[in-house]
Structure formats: structure tokens, C-alpha cells
């Protein structure tokens, strides 16, 4: 077919999304050595050619100018962003000296590692855990995932959880936003298909969000409560004996005790009325609609457990899909294997023999602090582990496309613990307000200048490919060059001594069904889905799907999902719970310095119920100002109709307000973190960044 | 005539307000050029019965273009196949376009000249237009009207904005 003169004699490259962690399948058409234009992979099934808006835009990664290009070692205090330029074996020599004086005088898991998980990764959580010795190593779970992924395994054992949208006929979605914050493009469209087909749409949000609009009924509830509506749901659907009954017997552990538990507990629709501000009789509606439309599906994932109560909540959402036998068939809840590229199929890029993996000296900071069931560290308690050094020191941080002092909750403590370390090296495309505290910066390539193999996030198991499709600018390079430099620099260069990027390409891949050549051509692989992986056993202590938990049990909690009250509530003085919101177009800390992006919307507002906004005298484009017992920011305000009364929701909080990253992005909105205490969910370690009462007044 | 004019339908049922479409025009059309497409949001109704209506809108490319006829210069042209475009040639850059179009498809330039939506009319008619490339749920259709109207039967489309029939009015409840 001819195509369009921009694009002819164009060198397509196949390259994975790096704008959010969920890894989009993708094109990128260059000419004349510029990037063009870009494309979902057409052949892939979950982008079919599409990207989101934020993938369209991230293409200006490889124009702007506000790129980090030169290693930089810092000049002036932390923060104060003074640098200067330094060579790559400066650089290099610093880190290998720094790191080695740390290991001598602390031991290694003084040295803690944070990232998110976008790719090339496993260079160096492979480098610090294998050779250097930490065990502290982290990605960004606390502030995401971790509800969810513990959620999941105490549940289903290993398995992760994806809702196959498209093919279901009854979807009741908690919190979570498929279309404004889109995670895969395919995941979003599946639900539209399933739109297409009939299916209906239940949205449970305190906002009426771009999910909740499209939905076929929009259920307001009090911000913290789903768990007391899911757990009356689920007794409803028990006392009316529309569970799965053979599933149950099948498949399941703990239902008896479950029944007994609700019934114990008085989790009646009543009684959940008066805790959401749903009434008892929509509880009951939806649980009969849910339990009698097969398949049904019922989701949740982080907008929705950002409270301490939310691991239980979360529970209960996913046991709604147990209880109905929504496990794991076409329109279901789809198990899959871990996320995160940390299980196989794929293996690690390098190898270390057994006699030579480093000796972890002490245990990590998450077993050592008790969360055993927790996939990551809570990083909301790293400032005060530095602080206090606690259990024990934590003197370096190696921080790969993180920015915690913008990302985590409580900025001024982050601030305190980051001036308190005696070494922090950044890996990151720009000079991010993270960045600014460190002492070196590395200048990182972007998704479109690296190699790498990734796991898909599918049900089918899926690997995905990227190649460069323009080189990094300046003197940037890709993870695995520099984990390579540092490692040298260590004596570890043996490990490390590949002499095209496809050597560890190919030890990645050992072993799978099919070669480098294939991943080259197409872009991915996709292997057989599998379904009703229940039906071979699970990897619980009982291998069964638990509905009583015995790992939470033995971790020393209620084995049954209960309701507790969210820690924080609004009061006479602060009147408002403060949550947040997304915008479709901006991912998380990544996409501010996009002009074409802060075209859409130059600043973050927050939204108000009007019978609220009347009684403060506020008008939608009024600034106001929103006072939390910790800090106060200004914003713009919003008057809708779309939220429950009593609610303030920031919409991108925690991606405006920037002061770092570049000229765009610097000095636009306000930045949420500042008002919200250090509050976690104590059993998986997740940030509750809802867990925040403020006051509004007129500015 | 009609059924071969070319043209765009935005499906209201569709239309999540992602900016998708904006951006890849963008990205197409050239980084530094305005955006050719405004994504609005129009609530209605009192808590908790609220409804939200999001439309993407561009150049609709008229069969009856009132920026045509509002051009002093005669700089906007129809071309065989519907499509309206500019010749910035002639355009003097005075606005009046602007004020007769109904959907605020003008855009102006550094250069104070007007242009819009061209239809991406240095793609082939094999692709797709870059907007509807890029809408994730389908919502923007682009093609003849006779194209069009099959899609809105098949679909069932309730709601649409599009001047596929009418003069001035862009949203449509269709019977």
C-alpha cells in the first residue's frame, strides 16, 4: 500500500511503551534519523494498532530539550540544584568507590534500591541483589499495586488478576478507571466492546468519573467505605443462595467460615447503608444483577485502596468474583502469572554462579518491619528508617525513574530523610525534584533509545521487544550500559562483558518457544492462554482459592475480610476528605514536561460538590485554598454535581506542582503530597493517600 | 454528491474525553501548529442524577461551509471531494472565518494565518485520518457520508455530533 510521503522509506522500530508500566506494544517510524510518528502494534492484541493519549505525546521525549544529556555530580546543597557536568568514568568511579565504603562501614542493605518497573530493570536489581548484597531492593508496589497484588495471593496464591472486560456481560468496577486512567489500550477498549454487546456497567466512585459517566448506573458512595458494601454484597448473595455452590466445594477453602463471619458481624445491606450512603436496597439489587449475569466480573485496583482499610476492602471486591465463580473463565477474573517480568518465562539478562551470589547480611527492611505478606517495602516508612536509622542504617539510595519526594505522601519528611543520606545516585530522563537532592545524576535513555525484553501484562502469556529507534541524546545511555560501567568499576566486569545487547537478549530468552528473530520481527510473542488454572491447584497453603486466608492468618491477621472505619475522618475543624483523581492525559510523574499535554490543561483543579462550593461562596475557576493539618496548597477549583458531598478530589495531585523536571512542567498546579500524612495499609504495605481531612476556603 | 462528500461523525455514547485524538493530530499535523481539535464537557442534571456529554470537535468540513462564505479573500475552498481547506497564500488572517464557523474550527498560526483540520489530506484514503487512528473506543468515524450513515445504522448510534445532514445545528439525537 503507498504511503504517505512523511512516512515512506520510514525505519520502523518495535518498541515497548515506557510512559506507565504497563507496556503497550508499539511502532516508532523514523526518517532521517528523527522520530516521526508512532503506532499501537497492529498485530498485538492489546493495543491493535492504538495507543493512549499519553503514548501519542511521549514521542516528545525525543525532542526536549529539558532532557538530562551528561552525568552530573552535585555542586551545591541537596535541592538547592546546582550541578556540574561530570564524564561517565567519573561517574562511575564515585559510585563503585561510595558504594563499597558504604558496604564496609554499614553492610549492604545500608544501600536500598527504588525503581519502577519499566523496563531494563533487572540489569541492576540483578547487580545489587546477586553481586553487591542488598536485599533492599523495591519498586514502586507501596504506591500502586500493593493492595491488589497481596489482595491476589492471599486469595489465588501466586497469581495476579486482570478482568477480561470484553467478554463479560455484568461489570462492577470499584474505584477504578478504566477510561481515565488508562492502563493497556486494549483493557479499555475490551470494556467499550463489552458496552457494544449489552453488557452492563456498574461504576462504584465518590466521582462521577469518565468511567462512572459511560457506566450504566453510577453508584456514589463515601470515599473508604467499598469494603462494608462489597461485604454486604456478599452476604446477600450468600443468604439468597446465589453463590456457585460447586465452585465453592470445588475450588474453594473457607466458605463456611465466611457465611458464619457475616453473619457474626451483622454485615447486612442495613448496616452498610448507614457506613456508604448507599441505600440497602441498591446493595441488594446489584449483589442479585452481579450473582445472576454470568459472566461477571468485579474490579478494583488503586484509586480505590488508598485507605487503611483497604487491603480487607480489596479482599472482599475480588471474593464477589469467588464467590460467583468468576475465576478464570472468558469474562471473568483472569488469573495470570506475577506482573513485573519477576517470574518466567523470562530469565535474568546475566548469570552468577551459586558460589559467587553475594551473602545477604542482613534480612531485608520488610521482613525485618513485619510486612511479610507485602510483595514490596512500604516506602512510605523509608524517610523515617533513614531518620532513625531503624532497624538498622539506610545510608545510599540508588533510585532508577522514581521521584519519591513528589510520588509519596508527606514531601517534607522525604525532604528531611533525603538531606539526612550520605550518598543518593538518580537514573532519570530529567532533573526531577528527586534528582535535585542527590549527588549524582545519570542521564537515562528513554523507552524509545533502549533495548529490552519484557512480559506483557496478559492473561496469555505474552514477551514483548524493543529496540532503539534513535539514539539517546548527549551523552545518555541505557540502563544496562550503566549498570555495565558501575559494575566494572566493582570488579564484576566478568558478568557484564556482552558484546552486542542481544547476548543478554538471548539469555533472557533461553529456553521459550521461540527466538530473538521472532520477538525482532513481530514485535512480541504470545503464547495459549490457559484457563481455570484453579482446576490444577494453587499455589496456597491449601491449594485452593482461600476465602479464609491462611498466610494472612499466620501473618497474624483476620484470615476473614472485616470492615474498619478509614483511619482519618473528617471533623468539625477540617469538614472534607481530600482524595485524588486522574486526568486521561497525564501518567503519574512522567508526562508534565509535554507542552502539547499542558496545552489540554495548564494547571490540576480540584472538584467540589456545589451544594459544598455554595456554601463557601465558590465558583468553578475560583482559586482556593485547601488546608490539610499538615500543610495547605492553592488550587483551582471545580463545581460539579459529580461527587459526594463532603468531597474534595484533586484531580493528578501528585503530577503537578512541579518545581523540578523541566521549563515546562516547573510551577504548574499544586501538588498534593504535601498535605497528606505518612498512612499506610498495614498488612500490604500501600501509601493511603486518601487518608487526609482538610478545609477549603475562597483564596 | 452528498453521499461521496467526506466528512466526520463523533459518537457522544463514545467520546471519553481523553484528548487522544488532539494529540495525534498534533503529533501528525506538526508539534508547533494549534491544536485543530477542542474536546468539550457538558454536565447536566443535580447530584446524584448527573449525566456528562464529552464531544470532540474539529473542521466538520460542511456541505454548506459558512467560513467559505465568510471569506473576503476567498482563500477557503471545497475541494471535490467536500473536504475544506485554506489557502494561506491568500488568507489575510482576518478572523472572520471564526466568527461564521459553529464549531470553532479556525485556528491561527505565528503566522496569524487561519488553518484547521485538513482532513489529513497528505494521508492516503487507506489510512485511517489521525484522530480517528487514534480514538481508543471508535468514537470519531471518518469517511464519505454514505460510509458514515452505514456506520451510525450498524452501530445503532444514538447520539452524534457531525454535519452529516443540517445546516447549523452539530449535535444530533438520531430516531
Same mark, same amino acid.
Given at each position: 500500500m503507498e504511503m504517505p510521503e512523511k512516512l515512506s522509506g520510514a525505519k520502523v522500530a518495535k518498541s515497548i511503551?515506557?510512559?506507565?508500566?504497563?507496556?503497550?506494544?508499539?511502532?516508532?517510524?523514523?526518517?532521517?534519523?528523527?522520530?516521526?510518528?508512532?503506532?499501537?502494534?497492529?498485530?498485538?492484541?492489546? +493495543?491493535?494498532?492504538?495507543?493512549?493519549?499519553?503514548?501519542f505525546a511521549s514521542i516528545w521525549f525525543a525532542y526536549d530539550p529539558d532532557r538530562l544529556k551528561y552525568p552530573l555530580m552535585r555542586i551545591g546543597e541537596r535541592g538547592e540544584g546546582k550541578f556540574k557536568r561530570i564524564s561517565w568514568d567519573e561517574a562511575f568511579t564515585i559510585i563503585a568507590e561510595k558504594l563499597k565504603e558504604i558496604k564496609e562501614k !554499614?553492610?549492604?542493605?545500608?544501600?536500598?534500591?527504588?525503581?519502577?518497573?519499566?523496563?531494563? &530493570?533487572?540489569?541492576?536489581?540483578?547487580?545489587?541483589?546477586l553481586l553487591y548484597g542488598t536485599p533492599n531492593i523495591y519498586d514502586h508496589t507501596a504506591a500502586c499495586d500493593g493492595t491488589f497484588t497481596t489482595a491476589c495471593i492471599s486469595i489465588f496464591g501466586s497469581f495476579w488478576?486482570?478482568?477480561?472486560?470484553?467478554?463479560?456481560?455484568y461489570i462492577l468496577i470499584w474505584g477504578k478507571e478504566p477510561f481515565e486512567a488508562p492502563r493497556i489500550v486494549g483493557f479499555l477498549q475490551g470494556l467499550m466492546e463489552a458496552k457494544d454487546k449489552g453488557a452492563k456497567l456498574v461504576v462504584v466512585n465518590p466521582r462521577l468519573s469518565k468511567t462512572a459517566e459511560k457506566a450504566d448506573e453510577w453508584i456514589p458512595i463515601k470515599p473508604g467505605t467499598d469494603g462494608a458494601m462489597a461485604l454486604a454484597m456478599a452476604k446477600t448473595i450468600i443468604d439468597e443462595e446465589l453463590y456457585d455452590r460447586d465452585f465453592i466445594e470445588k475450588y474453594c477453602y473457607g466458605f463456611d467460615?465466611?457465611?458464619?463471619?457475616?453473619?457474626?458481624?451483622? !454485615?447486612?445491606?442495613?448496616?452498610?447503608?448507614?457506613? +456508604?450512603g448507599v441505600s440497602a436496597s441498591t446493595i441488594r439489587r446489584i449483589a442479585r444483577e452481579f450473582a445472576t449475569t454470568k459472566p461477571a466480573v468485579s474490579s478494583a485496583y488503586h484509586g480505590f485502596a488508598c485507605y487503611t482499610n483497604a487491603f480487607d476492602a480489596m479482599r472482599a471486591v475480588l471474593l464477589l468474583n469467588v464467590l460467583t465463580g468468576n475465576v478464570d473463565k472468558p469474562g471473568s477474573f483472569l488469573l495470570v502469572g506475577s506482573p513485573g517480568g519477576l517470574e518466567p518465562p523470562l530469565k535474568p539478562p546475566f548469570r552468577v554462579p551459586e558460589d559467587k551470589i553475594a551473602?545477604?547480611?542482613?534480612?531485608?527492611?520488610?521482613? &525485618?518491619?513485619?510486612?511479610?505478606?507485602?510483595?514490596?517495602?512500604?516506602?512510605?516508612?523509608?524517610?523515617?528508617?533513614?531518620?532513625?536509622?531503624?532497624?538498622?542504617?539506610?545510608?545510599? @539510595?540508588?533510585?532508577?525513574?522514581?521521584?519519591?519526594?513528589?510520588?509519596?505522601?508527606? &514531601?517534607?519528611?522525604?525532604?528531611?530523610?533525603?538531606?539526612?543520606?550520605?550518598?543518593?545516585?538518580?537514573?532519570?530522563?530529567?532533573?526531577?525534584? +528527586?534528582?535535585?537532592?542527590?549527588?549524582?545524576?545519570?542521564?537515562?535513555?528513554?523507552?524509545?533509545?533502549?533495548?529490552?525484553?519484557?512480559?506483557?501484562?496478559?492473561?496469555?502469556?505474552?514477551?514483548?521487544?524493543?529496540?532503539?529507534?534513535?539514539?539517546?541524546?548527549?551523552?545518555?545511555?541505557?540502563?544496562?550500559?550503566?549498570?555495565?560501567?558501575?559494575?566494572?568499576?566493582?570488579?564484576?566486569?566478568?558478568?557484564?562483558?556482552?558484546?552486542?545487547?542481544?547476548?543478554?537478549?538471548?539469555?533472557?530468552?533461553?529456553?521459550?518457544?521461540?527466538? @530473538?528473530?521472532?520477538?525482532?520481527?513481530?514485535?512480541?510473542?504470545?503464547?495459549?492462554?490457559?484457563?481455570?488454572?484453579?482446576?490444577?491447584?494453587?499455589?496456597t497453603p491449601t491449594g485452593k482459592i482461600e476465602i479464609y486466608s491462611v498466610l494472612v492468618e499466620v501473618a497474624g491477621y483476620n484470615p476473614l475480610p472485616e470492615y474498619k472505619p478509614p483511619a482519618v475522618m473528617p471533623d468539625e475543624k477540617y469538614p472534607f476528605r481530600l482524595i485524588s483523581a486522574r486526568m486521561p492525559f497525564q501518567s503519574n510523574l512522567v508526562t508534565q514536561n509535554i507542552p502539547m499535554l499542558a496545552d489540554i490543561e495548564g494547571e490540576n483543579w480540584a472538584e467540589i460538590n456545589s451544594k459544598d462550593a455554595e456554601k463557601y461562596g465558590i465558583k468553578t475557576g475560583d482559586y482556593i485554598i485547601i488546608e490539610s493539618p499538615l500543610d495547605s496548597i492553592t488550587v483551582?477549583?471545580?463545581?460539579?454535581?459529580?461527587? /459526594?458531598?463532603?468531597? /474534595?478530589?484533586?484531580?493528578?495531585?501528585?503530577?503537578?506542582?512541579?518545581?523540578?523536571?523541566?521549563?515546562?512542567?516547573?510551577?504548574?498546579?499544586?501538588?498534593?503530597?504535601?498535605?497528606?500524612?505518612?498512612?499506610?495499609?498495614?498488612?500490604?504495605? +500501600?501509601?493511603?493517600?486518601?487518608?487526609?481531612?482538610?478545609?477549603?476556603?475562597?483564596? | 454528491m452528498s453521499s461521496t462528500r467526506k466528512g466526520f461523525f463523533v459518537d457522544l455514547d463514545r467520546c471519553i474525553k481523553c484528548h487522544a485524538c488532539e494529540i495525534a493530530c498534533r503529533v501528525w499535523n506538526g508539534i508547533n501548529v494549534p491544536s485543530?481539535?477542542?474536546?468539550?464537557?457538558?454536565?447536566?442534571?443535580?447530584?446524584?442524577?448527573?449525566?456528562?456529554?464529552?464531544?470532540?470537535?474539529?473542521?466538520?468540513?460542511?456541505?454548506?461551509?459558512?467560513?467559505?462564505?465568510?471569506? $473576503?479573500?476567498?482563500?477557503?475552498?471545497?475541494?471535490?471531494?467536500?473536504?475544506?481547506?485554506?489557502?494561506?497564500?491568500?488568507?489575510?488572517?482576518?478572523?472572520?472565518?471564526?466568527?461564521?464557523?459553529?464549531?470553532?474550527?479556525?485556528?491561527?498560526?505565528?503566522?496569524?494565518?487561519?488553518?484547521?483540520?485538513?482532513?489529513?489530506?497528505?494521508?492516503?484514503?487507506?489510512? $485511517?485520518?489521525?484522530?480517528?487512528?487514534?480514538? $481508543?473506543?471508535?468514537?470519531?468515524?471518518?469517511?464519505?457520508?454514505?460510509?458514515?450513515?452505514?456506520?451510525?445504522?450498524?452501530?445503532?448510534?444514538?447520539?452524534?455530533?457531525?454535519?452529516?445532514?443540517?445546516?447549523?445545528?452539530?449535535?444530533?439525537?438520531?430516531?
Open positions: 511503551c515506557g510512559v506507565c508500566p504497563f507496556r503497550c506494544s508499539i511502532e516508532a517510524y523514523v526518517k532521517d534519523g528523527k522520530l516521526i510518528y508512532t503506532r499501537g502494534n497492529p498485530e498485538n492484541p492489546n +493495543t491493535k494498532g492504538k495507543r493512549c493519549v499519553k503514548g !554499614y553492610g549492604p542493605e545500608a544501600v536500598v534500591s527504588l525503581d519502577h518497573v519499566q523496563g531494563c &530493570t533487572w540489569h541492576y536489581k540483578n547487580f545489587l541483589y488478576g486482570i478482568e477480561d472486560y470484553a467478554n463479560s456481560k467460615e465466611f457465611r458464619r463471619h457475616l453473619e457474626e458481624k451483622g !454485615y447486612t445491606p442495613e448496616w452498610a447503608e448507614g457506613i +456508604t551473602k545477604i547480611n542482613k534480612p531485608s527492611l520488610r521482613e &525485618t518491619l513485619g510486612f511479610v505478606l507485602a510483595p514490596d517495602f512500604p516506602t512510605a516508612l523509608l524517610p523515617k528508617v533513614i531518620l532513625e536509622g531503624k532497624p538498622y542504617p539506610v545510608r545510599a @539510595l540508588i533510585l532508577s525513574q522514581v521521584n519519591p519526594i513528589m510520588s509519596d505522601a508527606n &514531601t517534607k519528611l522525604w525532604i528531611e530523610a533525603f538531606k539526612a543520606l550520605d550518598f543518593i545516585v538518580a537514573i532519570d530522563i530529567y532533573l526531577s525534584e +528527586t534528582a535535585m537532592y542527590c549527588d549524582i545524576v545519570l542521564p537515562d535513555a528513554c523507552y524509545f533509545e533502549r533495548y529490552d525484553i519484557l512480559q506483557g501484562f496478559n492473561h496469555a502469556p505474552m514477551v514483548l521487544y524493543s529496540e532503539p529507534a534513535i539514539p539517546p541524546p548527549g551523552e545518555a545511555k541505557p540502563i544496562y550500559e550503566i549498570v555495565r560501567g558501575i559494575a566494572e568499576k566493582m570488579g564484576y566486569g566478568e558478568y557484564f562483558n556482552w558484546k552486542s545487547e542481544e547476548d543478554w537478549m538471548r539469555n533472557m530468552i533461553e529456553g521459550l518457544p521461540f527466538t @530473538l528473530e521472532d520477538l525482532k520481527q513481530k514485535g512480541f510473542w504470545i503464547g495459549e492462554p490457559q484457563y481455570k488454572k484453579y482446576e490444577s491447584g494453587l499455589k483551582k477549583a471545580k463545581v460539579t454535581e459529580g461527587i /459526594v458531598p463532603g468531597v /474534595v478530589a484533586l484531580v493528578h495531585g501528585f503530577g503537578f506542582g512541579h518545581w523540578g523536571m523541566g521549563k515546562v512542567a516547573k510551577g504548574r498546579g499544586a501538588h498534593i503530597n504535601r498535605l497528606i500524612d505518612t498512612h499506610i495499609d498495614p498488612v500490604s504495605g +500501600t501509601i493511603a493517600y486518601n487518608e487526609c481531612k482538610v478545609r477549603v476556603r475562597k483564596a | 485543530y481539535r477542542t474536546i468539550i464537557e457538558i454536565e447536566s442534571g443535580t447530584y446524584p442524577f448527573v449525566e456528562r456529554t464529552n464531544v470532540s470537535i474539529a473542521c466538520m468540513h460542511c456541505e454548506e461551509a459558512y467560513c467559505m462564505a465568510a471569506c $473576503p479573500a476567498k482563500a477557503i475552498y471545497k475541494r471535490e471531494d467536500g473536504v475544506v481547506l485554506v489557502d494561506s497564500e491568500k488568507c489575510l488572517g482576518c478572523r472572520l472565518c471564526s466568527w461564521a464557523c459553529p464549531f470553532g474550527a479556525p485556528k491561527y498560526g505565528s503566522d496569524l494565518k487561519m488553518q484547521k483540520c485538513t482532513f489529513c489530506n497528505d494521508r492516503p484514503d487507506w489510512m $485511517p485520518r489521525a484522530c480517528e487512528e487514534a480514538c $481508543p473506543t471508535g468514537a470519531i468515524v471518518a469517511g464519505t457520508i454514505s460510509y458514515l450513515e452505514k456506520i451510525i445504522k450498524e452501530r445503532k448510534v444514538k447520539r452524534i455530533a457531525s454535519q452529516i445532514k443540517g445546516k447549523r445545528a452539530f449535535m444530533y439525537i438520531l430516531p
